[in-house]
């Protein structure tokens, strides 16, 4: 239920209020710091203030300090400021210090109710949009809030405007053809094809006919004449996965075609024009397969005019639990499942395993684990996953770091628990708002503090 937060010194008003604002759930506070105490406790969307609070209820000079401190420690927070009848002055002094609204004693309860409901609707409709924008990258199907994510998804999103050639690096299962398909479906040729091939998952002498193409009778079998892949995309994208793992050979091949914009069909005499754009992924070091002459160095530069790299899961804060989330959604739908969410236990255990097999292996240890759980909740057990003790055990500087990285871990653990709710993890971690705030400026742990 929407809360709101009624700061009047009159018993009469607070009473008039009450039964005004059916609906909606109303606390009260008759003096500023019972208003900031309520502030911190019920978090209202919407505070109905008084400006002329004791111990000066004559003067509004109380009122906007409460107002200040309101809009301080909770900015989105609407505040309609409640003045004396001929006291503009104050209102507008009030507006221009950040209230979203003021209304003129006497209380007219139909008005007044009108205004508290369009600043609730406002108030609702400006979380929706902070949670979409939290939860959705520049590039739409790319879950991720983290830095090393957003920063490579803007990266992807300018590129996308181009036909430069663009280069996916990451390890396997981060979401490199997923990045692909998204520059694709930002750029002018979005509703031309968009062709994939993994050049590590077709046997060497196959790869050069299903990329090129075959005319009839080019070889034993060949009994008509195919497209290849480079065809096949003709306009659009051709996504080539796994660059690293192409043969020698071919890459001399590719290399014409990347320069020259044309192919030749195998057992062909004709030269065929494409125009289309190249995206590449691999998870090797092309570099030092370069240096080690198993990767042509001319077309190393041909396909990485701009590279992408793809930060594994374990860089990207608390990606994990949000795409865990949007997982466990889809699964629970697919499977008909009961599953609701997940313990304790199973989002600690997800937050400091490190990943290997990244987002791949997060699905398909949530796959499982939907089937697998018994109750509501999702737990480490389910996922296969056991709460161990900190692995940074083995590698210890001191006992400052090792508190450090003690109270991170445990921060972002409360602060998951508390589902992203700040006054609830430092209630959970026994310390006030404040100071889980500033352990969190001192521990830099900027994600949070830009989601509270
Ligand atoms: N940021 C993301 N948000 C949502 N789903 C994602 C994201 N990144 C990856 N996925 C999902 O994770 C899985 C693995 O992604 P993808 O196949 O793109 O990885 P990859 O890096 O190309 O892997 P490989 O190198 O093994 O081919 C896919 O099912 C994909 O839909």
């Known amino acids: 239920m929407d809360k709101i937060l009624v700061v009047d010194d009159d018993l009469g008003i607070q009473k008039q209020l009450k039964w005004a604002l059916s609906g909606v759930d109303v606390v009260f506070a008759a003096d500023r710091p019972s208003a900031i105490t309520q502030l911190r406790r019920f978090e209202p969307s919407v505070v109905t203030l008084d400006l002329g609070l004791p111990p000066d209820p004559a003067n509004a000079s109380e009122g906007l300090l409460a107002l200040k401190e309101i809009l301080s420690l909770a900015p989105s927070t609407k505040v309609i400021v409640v003045t004396g009848n001929d006291d503009k002055e104050h209102a507008l002094k009030a507006i221009a210090l950040g209230a979203y609204d003021y209304y003129q004693k006497p209380i007219d309860t139909d008005t007044i109710n009108l205004i508290i409901h369009r600043a609730i609707n406002l108030a ?55 990045f692909a398909r998204s520059i694709h479906e ?12 993994n050049c590590a998952s077709i046997p060497e002498n196959l790869l050069e006919s299903e990329l090129f193409g075959y005319e009839k009778g080019a070889f034993t079998g060949a009994n008509k004449t195919t497209l290849g892949k480079i065809e096949t995309a003709q306009g659009g994208t051709l996504f080539l996965d796994e660059i690293g793992d192409m043969p020698l050979g071919l890459q001399a091949k590719m290399l014409r075609f990347l320069q020259e914009r044309v192919i030749e069909r195998v057992g062909g005499r004709s030269e065929i024009a494409v125009d289309v754009r190249v995206i590449c992924a691999t998870h090797r070091d092309l570099q030092s397969m370069v240096s080690g002459e198993t990767f042509r160095e001319d077309l190393y530069y041909r396909i ?10 374990r860089d990207r804060d608390d990606d994990v639990v949000l795409l865990a989330k949007t997982f466990l959604n889809q699964y629970r739908e697919e499977y008909s499942a009961k599953v609701k969410g997940f313990s304790e236990d199973a989002l600690s255990a997800m937050l400091s395993h490190k990943w290997p097999g990244n987002i791949r292996e997060l699905q398909n240890k949530l796959k499982s684990a939907v089937v697998l759980a018994e109750g509501s909740l999702v737990q480490a057990d389910d996922l296969g996953l056991f709460v161990t003790e900190d692995e940074t055990e083995e590698r210890v500087f001191n006992l400052r770091e090792v ?50």
């Open 186 to 197: 930002h750029s002018a040729r979005a509703d031309k094809p968009f062709v994939a091939i």
């Open 403 to 452: 508190r450090e990285i003690a109270e991170s871990k445990a921060i972002r653990n409360a602060y998951h628990q508390a589902e992203q709710n700040i006054s609830k993890a430092a209630e959970l971690l026994g310390v006030t708002r404040p100071t889980l705030y500033s352990l969190i400026d001192k521990y830099r742990l900027d994600d949070l503090k830009n989601q509270a």
């Open 124 to 178: 609702n409709l400006e979380h929706e949009n902070l949670m979409l924008s939290r939860t959705n990258t520049a590039m739409g199907r790319i879950v991720g809030n983290s830095s090393a994510i957003q920063g490579a998804s803007r990266k992807a999103e300018k590129i996308a405007q181009t036909d430069i050639s663009v280069l996916l690096l990451g390890e396997s299962g981060t979401g490199k053809e997923v």
């Open 304 to 313: 990485g005019e701009i590279s992408i790299l793809i930060p594994p899961l």
